[in-house]
Structure formats: structure tokens, C-alpha cells
């Protein structure tokens, strides 16, 4: 509950964080039914009250003083108009700069579905994060939109390790 309310705040303070909150929320929402739990489907949309609590009325009064719920910022940038083909340049480029970062990334995002939930849910957000940024084009400082995943990229590179030596007794052990 505390993690939705966080990510609320999160979308508050950078427009674009609301996609980390709908990523969050569909997963949620599908790994309830796929365990047919009628009952944790039901918490799980008590769950987003106090975030729409928070997030509605910031987004009404946005909505009524500045006549919209995105800065003016947003359309300055064309963030709404695709530019893919700059988006994949700015991408690779990061890519290319943090090679081996990108690679074990890279790993771990293709070997997210044997992971745990929490490894499977970094690799959903890196992946839509990461097609957003490709959709819109990046942006005209290096890294910039790329670095709000980092700490996501982490945590899933952590999870792949730790699936990884979990599974293979002898790796961790010639590791120690």
C-alpha cells in the first residue's frame, strides 16, 4: 500500500513516474488473477486509494489553474510526437558508454521470466521505461532519461545474481 502511495508522489513530482505506477499496477493486478485470488484482487485496488487520494486532487487544481496536468515543459520538448529513430541513437549511445552495465541489463531483462516476482516486476518497468525513452526520443542531455531506471537496473541485476548462485551451489561456492 506504502509502495503505491510512494509512486504517486513520485508521478507528482515527475510527470513520466506515472508510468512506473501503471507498470506497477497492471502487475499487481495480473499477478492477483493469476492466482484466481478474487479476495487480493480486491486489497489491491484498496491499495490505490490513498494514492488517488493524494494524486486526483493535485490534478484537478493543476488542472484548474494551469488549464492541464502536465507542464507547459512537456509540450515544450514534444514529448506526445514519436521520435524513435533519435530515441534508439540516444539508447545506444548510453548503451555503448556503459557497455557492460547494458549487457548484464540486457541478461538479466531475458532471463527475467524465471526470476522471482519482484525480478520479473524491475524487468517490466525497465522494459516499458526504456521503450518510452526509445518512443520520445531521449532527450538532449546524455543519459538524463535513462538515469531514473538505474536503481531498477540494480535491483534486477541483484536478483539475477542471486537466482544465479542460488541455483548453482558450486558457482557460489568457488565464489567464496
Given at each position: 500500500q506504502k509502495g503505491f502511495l510512494f509512486l504517486a508522489l513520485a508521478a507528482l513530482t515527475r510527470p513520466d513516474g506515472a508510468l512506473i505506477y501503471v507498470?506497477?499496477?497492471v502487475y499487481s493486478a495480473l499477478a492477483g488473477l493469476r492466482r484466481l485470488d478474487r479476495q487480493l484482487v480486491g486489497a489491491q485496488m484498496r491499495t490505490h486509494l490513498p494514492a488517488m487520494l493524494v494524486v486526483l486532487p493535485v490534478w484537478i487544481a493543476k488542472s484548474i489553474y494551469y488549464g492541464d496536468i502536465v507542464p507547459n515543459t512537456f509540450y515544450a520538448k514534444s514529448a506526445y510526437h514519436a521520435f524513435a529513430s533519435q530515441g534508439v541513437v540516444y539508447t545506444?549511445?548510453?548503451?555503448?558508454?556503459?557497455?557492460?552495465f547494458s549487457a548484464l541489463?540486457?541478461?538479466?531483462l531475458l532471463l527475467s521470466l524465471s526470476l522471482r516476482a519482484s525480478g520479473r516486476l524491475y524487468a517490466a518497468v525497465i522494459a516499458v521505461w526504456i521503450a518510452y525513452v526509445i518512443y520520445v526520443g531521449g532527450d538532449f542531455m546524455f543519459a538524463r532519461f535513462l538515469v531514473p531506471i538505474l536503481p531498477a537496473a540494480c535491483l534486477l541485476l541483484h536478483e539475477a545474481a542471486s537466482d544465479l548462485l542460488h541455483r548453482r551451489p558450486a558457482l557460489r561456492m568457488a565464489l567464496c
Open positions: 507498470v506497477a499496477a545506444a549511445l548510453f548503451a555503448r558508454s556503459y557497455w557492460l541489463t540486457l541478461l538479466a
